[in-house]
Nanobody
Framework: QVQLVESGGGLVQAGGSLRLSCAAS????????MGWFRQAPGKEREFVAA????????LYADTVKGRFAISRDNAKNSVYLQMNSLKPEDTAVYYC?????????????????????WGQGTQVTVSS
């Protein structure tokens, strides 16, 4: 059974940092793009960041550019999200996602749909 398990969420003060991890099991995602999304209460899920299968291409939402950094460790079948300078508006449940297409040549939030792989989410709360 394929699973994506997020960890590292929690409560932090504004201006603080957190590092989210997403560990995959059941299959390897070394050849798949991976990404992070988030959903705040009463809002739709939104794209945060993505990384290509090779790690050479990165994509960020404008709201997190310059503050968040996505990375991956294929040896550990994992993807990470380093979040710095956190703001109260970053409060949300953060989800890890894996594109089901191998060696996808493009990187776009549209890669991650309902037919792809998703984790259960980890709560991030930023207090003011």
């Amino acid at each position: 059974q394929v699973q994506l398990v997020e960890s590292g969420g929690g409560l932090v003060q504004a201006g603080g940092s957190l590092r989210l991890s997403c560990a995959a099991s059941g299959r390897t995602f070394n050849s798949n793009a991976m990404g992070w999304f988030r959903q705040a209460p009463g809002k739709e899920r939104e794209f945060v960041a993505a990384i290509s299968w090779s790690g050479s291409r990165l994509l960020y939402a404008d709201t997190v550019k310059g503050r968040f950094a996505i990375s991956r460790d294929n040896a550990k079948n994992s993807v990470y999200l380093q979040m710095n300078s956190l703001k109260p508006e970053d409060t949300a449940v953060y989800y890890c996602a894996a594109d089901s297409t191998l060696f996808d040549p493009i990187l776009t939030p549209a890669l991650f749909g309902s037919s792809d792989y998703w984790g259960q989410g980890t709560q991030v709360t930023v207090s003011s």
